[in-house]
């Protein structure tokens, strides 16, 4: 018998363990990967920790994967063994909900997250469908490639899809999983790029990303210091704090945008005073298909944007969930196969 290795979690709020899982045939329409990298990612802690009839135990959780397609299943067109793949957020739509009907598949009523529709990339093999495939361009590795399906393509696409055009005055605010790879974006798009950050910790290495401006949020206020570079077109939202995200409103220019993408529960602090006279717009962006993660890595591979990594081998799944965690991984862990 063949044999794979996934991480999973046998009951809600479990800690993982390594098992040993028959190898998987793919069915139609699908392709099994050979898995290199997977990213952890935060958004999988709420699978492991929240009880919910749509989250079937064991669970293998993964939803930033990367390596090259093994087997075929029937029926599969314009992808072979061999390819390299990214597997992200966007894990395949239904084809039959009222968004996908209109294209808008991203907006699926029942999109498939791999890792809770089907078992995702904490594996060193995976099963997932076509939709979901995203090719890995050359020059990027694996490990760089994984975090680019969900903290990369929801950075990228927040900012490819906003109001801002190039040499426009755009802002992100926090410095972390998101946020460093916005600063990247925002900088190699060719925005006047300012970053935001509580403290004078993150600023050298935020220049060092592209930032052409720092604000320390817990020095000064960050509407003010926009408005003094000139108001931002966009404020590009990552970090988790709707505070620290209402606080920058002020600061947008006439029509300018705050782009929320760092998910939180917190209600926003907003007048529509503070709207309605300079046109400004409040938004949020979700992540992006399996096309458009192709586009990010693309982008990513062509302009030198890199995610910050700490890498882990599979069986040290624990430490690297916790690590991701307690927020202290800089900035995104990625579990490596190998071995
Ligand atoms: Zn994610
Ligand atoms: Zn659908």
Redesign the pocket.
């Known amino acids: 018998m063949s044999v794979m290795r996934v991480a999973q979690v046998a009951e809600p709020r479990g800690s993982f363990e390594v098992v040993e899982r028959e190898l998987p045939e793919p069915g139609p329409g699908h392709v099994r990967i050979a898995v290199e990298a997977s990213g952890v990612c935060h958004t999988d802690s709420v699978f492991v920790q929240t009880p919910s009839p749509a989250v079937r135990f064991p669970l293998v959780t993964g939803h930033e994967v990367a390596g090259r397609i093994d087997s075929v299943g029937e029926g599969v067109v314009g992808w072979a063994v061999g390819t390299r793949v990214e597997v992200g957020w966007f894990g395949g739509?239904?084809?039959?909900?009222r968004?996908?009907r209109q294209g808008d598949f991203i907006s699926?009523?029942?999109l498939k997250v791999p890792g809770l529709a089907y078992d995702g990339g904490y594996a060193t093999h995976m099963v997932a469908p076509v939709e979901a495939l995203a090719q890995i361009p050359e020059g990027l590795s694996a490990v760089d490639a994984a975090p680019l399906g969900c903290a990369g393509v929801t950075s990228f696409m927040g900012l490819r899809t906003s109001v801002a055009r190039a040499g426009d005055l755009v802002a992100v605010l926090g410095i972390g999983g998101l946020g460093h790879l916005g600063v990247q974006y925002a900088a190699r798009m060719g925005f006047e790029t300012v970053a935001i950050a509580r403290g004078r910790d993150k600023e050298a290495l935020a220049r060092q990303l592209g930032a052409d401006h720092y604000i320390d949020s817990s020095a000064s206020d960050p509407a003010r210091m926009l408005k003094e570079l000139g108001g931002a077109k966009v404020v590009l939202g990552t970090a988790a704090s709707a505070d620290a995200m209402s606080a920058t409103i002020d600061g947008l220019a006439p029509r300018g945008q705050l782009v929320t993408i760092g998910v939180t529960d917190q209600s926003l602090k907003v007048a529509p005073v503070q709207l309605i006279g300079t046109s400004r717009v409040v938004s949020g962006h979700p992540s992006g298909t399996a096309r458009e993660v192709e586009e990010t890595m693309a982008f990513s591979a062509r302009s030198g944007v890199r995610p910050m990594v700490e890498t882990m081998p599979l069986e040290e799944v624990n430490d690297a969930y916790a690590r991701m965690l307690s927020g202290s991984a800089r900035f995104r862990m990625v579990l490596t196969m190998d071995g």
């Open positions: 739509q239904c084809g039959h909900c968004p996908c699926c009523e029942n």
